[in-house]
């Protein structure tokens, strides 16, 4: 069990999970759970595709580069980013394939609604940073724009590519993640090792990139934004319960909720990075450690980390 919720003096929630860390030298050093169940990677595979996409070609300053590697609140600046990223390839909203959503800020989503845009498009999706991305990666070698989500596209044979040389993957099958490109089959233990790569000088652009602007890879306030502000780290949630972190000089952590629990998530992996040294007492996320459950407005119980890591 990671994190339990406490309402009133009664634990009525439980949320089961795992945890892998490793140490910069590539070795594990701390796990707790089924760290080899495989799932699906989902968003916490984009720092590593916006790799494959400015290996291709996409030529990203580091803003874009941030965003290329969200999974944005959908805030104004989050949508002009998008848009200058297709500008400067000569397209526009429409190339996208990614499906037509909306921004996962409630704040974000009433301000495009009040704007006049109430329906769901494809740009507000949490994912087109990542599309925009691979859309100027297509056009740097000339291939076709019109099918990149496709499993046999090129750019899609490229990213599988990339994830098996960091052998992040448990086998090669692959899914259709929520924005309709191929989703890959990991494990904690697997992809824990392969986010210790990011702090490797060959991935430097990416962790730059996602260090320096925290809330263009998520939302200001979101947990992993958060992580990356207080600790000299990166951090990058995947749906379904998922958070991957890298801190330079440290390691890596994976976190995986199995009932897809955001903030039992988010909570689990300050958990972990406090067990492991890495929140220092003058660290804000210390805050965080625990969070509130409030009735009638007020606080009535908590949302707390009951695992402890084994050490390696």
Request: aromatic share 6%; proline share 5%.
């Amino acid at each position: 069990m990671l994190v339990v919720v406490e309402r009133s003096g009664l634990d009525e929630a439980f949320h089961d999970g795992c945890v892998v860390a490793y140490g910069v030298d590539g070795r594990e050093i701390a796990s707790y759970g089924d760290v080899d169940r495989a799932f699906y990677m989902r968003s916490a595979a984009k720092p590593f595709q916006a790799a494959v996409s400015v290996g291709l070609g996409a030529d990203l300053p580091p803003e874009h580069l941030a965003v290329a590697c969200s999974s944005h609140d959908g805030d104004p600046v989050h949508v002009a980013i998008v848009q200058e990223i297709l500008a400067q390839g000569g397209l526009d909203e429409s190339a996208l394939l990614c499906t037509p959503g909306r921004p996962l800020s409630r704040s974000a989503d009433r301000l495009w609604a009040v704007r006049g845009s109430p329906k769901p498009s494809r740009i507000l999706n949490n994912c087109s940073g990542k599309h925009a991305a691979m859309l100027r990666a297509c056009l740097a070698q000339g291939w076709d724009t019109s099918t990149y989500n496709d499993q046999a596209h090129p750019l899609q044979q490229a990213q599988l590519a990339g994830m098996g040389e960091l052998g992040v993957l448990v086998d090669d099958r692959t899914g259709v993640d929520g924005c309709g490109v191929p989703v890959f089959r990991v494990s904690t233990r697997t992809l824990a090792a392969a986010y210790t790569k990011l702090l490797e000088p060959r991935f430097a652009r990416i962790w730059e990139a996602m260090h320096r602007f925290p809330a263009l890879v998520s939302g200001v306030g979101n947990a992993d934004s958060q992580i990356a502000v207080a600790l000299d780290a990166v951090a990058k949630h995947g749906a379904e319960g998922l958070l991957g972190v890298a801190v330079r000089g440290r390691g890596s952590l994976v976190v995986r909720c199995w009932d897809g629990s955001e903030r039992a998530v988010a909570v689990a992996a300050l958990s972990a990075l406090d067990q492991l040294g890495w929140i220092t007492e003058r660290t804000p996320l210390r805050d965080h450690l625990k969070r509130p459950v409030r009735g009638g407005g007020r606080v009535v119980g908590s949302v707390r980390p009951v695992f402890e890591l084994v050490h390696t």
